[in-house]
Structures are given as structure tokens and as C-alpha cells.
T-cell receptor, first 111, second 112 residues
Framework: KQEVTQIPAALSVPEGENLVLNCSFT??????LQWFRQDPGKGLTSLLL?????REQTSGRLNASLDKSSGRSTLYIAASQPGDSATYLC??????????FGKGTRLSVIA | DTAVSQTPKYLVTQMGNDKSIKCEQN?????MYWYKQDSKKFLKIMFS???????INETVPNRFSPKSPDKAHLNLHINSLELGDSAVYFC???????????FGSGTRLTVV
């Protein structure tokens, strides 16, 4: 059974810093890994989708990497802004199993 | 146009009542899902439907009954609501698991 762990659970950084959010998973037989953002009281916004055959995906200031052999993914946010404050969720799709989520990292970017 | 839409956005009801949440997707996806986000913000799968057929039921109490009249709609009916049912319920859809999921904005259910 796939288990997804996100570290740290919460992170507070000053504006302008580069930061890394971590996601680890137990079963490497995945289709893909998806990073989402959730603002308080809001829905989930998909940020990046990495297929199992890919090593990384980039969108603007965001870069996500995937290392299946070690069961790890990272989300790198460059030049953080207060508007990046949200909860970031890592989720994996594999086999016939619906998307399995980690518990998220709550990010605060202080102006 | 909203890709996955849920109604209502907020639902406050008394214990013992029956309520429904509706979900519609206009993406042409074959598979739809219901997820529950608990008070600790953890998202957990409840049901999965593919082309109107139930695929997965993750040990959800039978007070919860999903219904899919067509592949663009997946509604969630809850009987005899309990305090512990208070949560945010998210609907999602995907073409296949390989192409990622799209989520609705959620329905915050509060049982008093």
C-alpha cells in the first residue's frame, strides 16, 4: 500500500528565499506524481505533473523533480513571494489505485 | 468555464438529516472520484467511478451512497448525518491516472 510522507509539515521563510519541499513514497511502481497547492478554505490547484519516465518538470519559478529509485520528489520554489503562502500537497497515482496524498507542507512566506 | 464544479459550496445541517452533494465535470473524463479532507487536512479517497461504474469503495459507511447518472456527473448522498461526517468533500476527475487529476473547489459540510 502506497504511503506518502511530506517533510517538513510547516515552513516559514522570508520573502525572496529559495526553498525545497520534500515528498517521499514507499512504492516506486507509479504512473506519475502530482504537486498541488491549496489555499486556506479553497480547492486544490495542480502545479506540476511528472510522469514516471520523467526526472523533472518546470513551471515558472517552480521545479519538481522525481527520483523513483529512492522514492523521493522535491518541489523547488525560487525567489519565494508572500503569494506563495499555501499548503503544498504531493500525490501519487499508481496501478488501479486512486491518487494517494501526503499530509502536506504548510508554507508561510513573510514579507 | 469551470472544469469540475461542486454544489453546494457550504452545507450546514443537523444530525440525522439526509443531504446530497452534486459534482459535474466538463472535461470529457471517464473517471470521477470523491475525496474527504478531514479536520487535519488529510485527503483520503472515498469512491471512484469509471464510466458510471463503481470501481473503488474505500470502506466508507453505507450511509454514503454515490450515484453516477452519466460519466459527467457523480453525486454523493449521505443518510443519517453524524457529527463525524463534518469535513470538506472534494470531487475530482481524470481521463486516466496517467494524465493527472482535476479537482473541484470542495463542499464544506458541517453537521451540528
Amino acid at each position: 500500500k502506497q504511503e506518502v510522507t511530506q517533510i517538513p509539515a510547516a515552513l516559514s521563510v522570508p520573502e525572496g528565499e529559495n526553498l525545497v519541499l520534500n515528498c517521499s513514497f514507499t512504492d516506486s511502481a507509479i504512473y506519475n506524481l502530482q504537486w498541488f497547492r491549496q489555499d486556506p478554505g479553497k480547492g486544490l490547484t495542480s502545479l506540476l505533473l511528472i510522469q514516471s519516465s520523467q526526472r523533472e518538470q518546470t513551471s515558472g519559478r517552480l521545479n519538481a523533480s522525481l527520483d523513483k529509485s529512492s522514492g523521493r520528489s522535491t518541489l523547488y520554489i525560487a525567489a519565494s513571494q508572500p503569494g506563495d503562502s499555501a499548503t503544498y500537497l504531493c500525490a501519487l497515482a499508481s496501478g488501479n489505485t486512486p491518487l494517494v496524498f501526503g499530509k502536506g507542507t504548510r508554507l508561510s512566506v513573510i514579507a | 468555464d469551470t472544469a469540475v464544479s461542486q454544489t453546494p459550496k457550504y452545507l450546514v445541517t443537523q444530525m440525522g438529516n439526509d443531504k446530497s452533494i452534486k459534482c459535474e465535470q466538463n472535461l470529457g473524463h471517464d473517471t470521477m472520484y470523491w475525496y474527504k479532507q478531514d479536520s487535519k487536512k488529510f485527503l483520503k479517497i472515498m469512491f471512484s467511478y469509471n464510466n458510471k461504474e463503481l470501481i473503488i469503495n474505500e470502506t466508507v459507511p453505507n450511509r454514503f451512497s454515490p450515484k453516477s447518472p452519466d460519466k459527467a456527473h457523480l453525486n454523493l448522498h449521505i443518510n443519517s448525518l453524524e457529527l463525524g461526517d463534518s469535513a470538506v468533500y472534494f470531487c475530482a476527475s481524470s481521463q486516466t491516472a496517467r494524465y493527472g487529476y482535476t479537482f473541484g473547489s470542495g463542499t464544506r459540510l458541517t453537521v451540528v
